[in-house]
């Protein structure tokens, strides 16, 4: 089985400067939650909600969404790929976390990252800075999810026996998960004992980054199957395959608006948007698998495809990035015909 999921990203039509009437992010929220609902209904495993600051969308605040839509939901896991640790006081997002599980009823997937660089030098933070407030955020999440008193004293916090509260509903834990591009960050994630989810590369790429995961996992006799592992796809579906295409070529030029910036992007001419990165380096590449299209069948057979090819057990969908007519008929017929096809499939 495959567990299928949205990752949301919650374009903002004013993302490049233009100034837009208030209304206009009042009317994107309200599709998003019509949208969310709609979803529970569908058969999705879970949301996951996107940070994105300074334009690009309507999603500074994920947290704010999940507990917008937790009440008027009732199964779907909800959760955020991921929270950006190094712009926040930990112990805030640890009291949220605690908060968000009670709200869902026991939903919440803690998902963190450590950020995007060209977001994050607007507010003068370098990319050391932001590894280390990333690596030591993590070290007092991963305390608090273990105990309800904790004390740290590190480069950026100190502190003695913070009492944190609410604790979560799910004992022990809810679920962690770490956006990840590299070798190194899969490793560190295995011996995290979080959930991995990466994207842009190649289906090749991904299953090195997975048998580090799997290697470092094996080491330590923990679990490594396809339930610690997801990939992240632009997916652009349609009754037919030429509108499929029409939709991917659009999907294309929104993943290069996102990443216009990015120096961890290695652009080249060897792929769709640059080249591959080195194995143990911190950049990656996009390759042509990150874009799946065609009919719901198509799309299900690329999919199951690539899940196999690396391992992994659970897809995150981008299924459009705004809330409009395009993305709710994708989201359809992505519930209603390939969803089925998803949960029946066989890893091996």
């Known amino acids: 089985m495959i567990k299928p999921w949205i990752f949301e990203f919650l374009y903002a039509p004013d993302a490049r400067g233009a100034e837009v009437a208030p209304r206009a992010a009042t009317a994107a929220f309200d599709a ?36 917008a839509v937790a009440r008027s939901t009732e199964r779907l896991r909800l959760g955020t790929m991921g ?64 105990r309800p008193v904790i004390s740290h004293h ?25 956006t990840v591009v590299s070798n190194a960050s899969a490793i560190k994630s295995a011996g995290r004992r979080s959930k991995i989810c990466t994207a842009f590369e190649s289906v090749a790429r991904i299953n090195e980054i997975f048998d580090a995961y799997r290697a470092e996992a ?10 610690q592992l997801a990939i992240r796809r632009n997916i652009s579906i349609a009754p037919s395959q030429a509108e499929a295409r029409e ?31 080195s194995k143990s380096g911190s950049g990656f590449s996009v390759h042509d698998d990150e874009f799946i299209a065609g009919t719901p069948p198509q799309v299900a057979e690329q999919i199951i495809a690539q899940c196999r090819g690396c391992g992994a057990g659970h897809i995150l969908a981008i299924l459009g990035r705004a809330v409009d007519e395009h993305r709710i008929r994708a989201v359809e017929l992505f519930g209603q015909e390939v969803i089925p096809i998803l949960r029946r499939a066989r890893m091996a």
């Open 32 to 67: 998003g939650v019509a949208l969310w609902q709609r979803m529970d209904k569908l058969g999705f495993e879970g949301i996951f909600f996107s940070e994105h600051h300074f334009g690009l969308s309507y999603s500074p605040s994920p947290n704010l969404l999940i507990s």
């Open 83 to 146: 929270m950006v640790l190094p712009l926040y006081q930990p112990w805030r997002v640890l009291e949220e976390i605690g908060m968000l599980d009670h709200l869902t009823g026991g939903r919440l997937e803690i998902g963190c990252a450590s950020g995007i660089p060209q977001e994050l030098i607007q507010i003068g933070m370098a990319g050391e800075e932001n590894r280390d407030r990333f690596n030591e955020a993590l070290e007092i999440l991963d305390a608090w999810l273990d």
């Open 154 to 178: 590190g480069q950026y916090w100190n502190f003695d026996n913070l009492r944190i509260v609410p604790r979560p509903l799910q004992q022990p834990s809810p679920p962690k998960w770490t």
């Open 218 to 227: 094996d080491r330590l006799g923990i679990a490594s199957s396809p339930e």
């Open 247 to 277: 939709r991917s070529q659009a999907a294309m030029q929104e993943a290069r608006n996102v990443l216009a910036g990015d120096p961890r992007v290695r652009p080249s001419t060897s792929s769709l948007l640059d080249a591959p990165a």
